[in-house]
């Protein structure tokens, strides 16, 4: 997260340049509580493994990897109360015509979300890529 910061101060990244405030972002941390830890404020009960952290959050979370730091921003943003959710929109082909969007179930909202519009994450996926150097038969490369 100070690594973070410190991209921002000076290389001149914005939040939403950034891959892992992307991530944070894309993982439910709303972008008002991003934008606070960036100016590292004290915060209590931050988890990071099994272990329980108190203090500036740039010091809870020093020694994390991306990884590591994601699932403890999501812990803790559940735990207070602020993770936002997005419903899932996949789209179903038929040989020939369009996508035909459906919604997919979302997780429960906490109570002080319900009145607010759920924002909308639409996920294209493609086929995972294997194999590739070229070859003679399939899979190519």
């Given at each position: ?5 410190e991209?921002m101060?000076w290389?001149g990244?914005?939040?939403?340049e950034?891959?892992l405030s992307r991530?944070l972002l894309?993982s ?16 209590e ?5 099994g ?6 959050v ?11 730091f994601?699932d ?8 207070t109360?602020?993770c936002q ?5 996949s789209?179903?082909?038929d040989s020939?015509s369009?996508?035909?969007p459906s919604k997919t179930?979302?997780p429960?909202?906490p109570q ?6 759920p ?11 294997y194999?590739v150097e070229p ?7």
């Amino acid at each position: 997260l100070e690594a973070l910061h410190e991209r921002m101060v000076w290389a001149g990244i914005k939040v939403e340049e950034d891959l892992l405030s992307r991530l944070l972002l894309a993982s439910g941390v709303p972008s008002a509580t991003l934008e606070a830890w960036l100016k590292n404020p004290t915060v209590e009960n931050w988890m990071v493994g099994g272990e329980v952290k108190n203090g500036p959050v740039f010091d809870c979370s020093r020694s994390c990897d991306t990884s590591t730091f994601k699932d403890s921003a999501i812990q803790y943003v559940r735990a207070t109360g602020h993770c936002q959710y997005w419903p899932l929109v996949s789209c179903t082909y038929d040989s020939g015509s369009r996508p035909r969007p459906s919604k997919t179930p979302t997780p429960s909202r906490p109570q002080s979300a319900q009145a607010a519009k759920p924002k909308v994450m639409t996920i294209l996926h493609f086929n995972d890529v294997y194999n590739v150097e070229p070859q003679n038969k399939e899979p190519v490369g």
